[in-house]
Nanobody, 117 residues
Framework: EVQLVESGGGLVQPGGSLRLSCTTSGFTFSSYAMIWVRQAPGKGLEWVSGINSGGGSTGYADTVKGRFTISRDNAKNTLYLQMNSLKTEDTAVYYC??????????WGQGTQVTVSS
């Protein structure tokens, strides 16, 4: 059974940092690209960042570029998102997802990130 479990969310002040983790099981993690997406209250899904299977290629939305860093540890089957210089507009539920073909076939349950003073 494929499972993706996000963790690391919480309440942080503007300018603070958080590190999200996505622990996976049930598939060969090192064979698949992965992404982080988020959904802010009342808004649709926003792609945040992606990483290829080997970790050597990454991409970021303009809204997070220079502040967020995606990485992965294929030995631990875990995806990460280091978030620095957080802004109130980063408040959202963050999800990780597994790539499949041109889309994504498995998603985690999400972790809440709230940036507020």
């Amino acid at each position: 059974e494929v499972q993706l479990v996000e963790s690391g969310g919480g309440l942080v002040q503007p300018g603070g940092s958080l590190r999200l983790s996505c622990t996976t099981s049930g598939f060969t993690f090192s064979s698949y690209a992965m992404i982080w997406v988020r959904q802010a209250p009342g808004k649709g899904l926003e792609w945040v960042s992606g990483i290829n299977s080997g970790g050597g290629s990454t991409g970021y939305a303009d809204t997070v570029k220079g502040r967020f860093t995606i990485s992965r540890d294929n030995a631990k089957n875990t995806l990460y998102l280091q978030m620095n210089s957080l802004k109130t507009e980063d408040t959202a539920v963050y999800y990780c997802a597994k790539n499949y073909g041109m889309g994504y076939d498995y998603w985690g349950q999400g972790t809440q990130v709230t940036v507020s003073s």
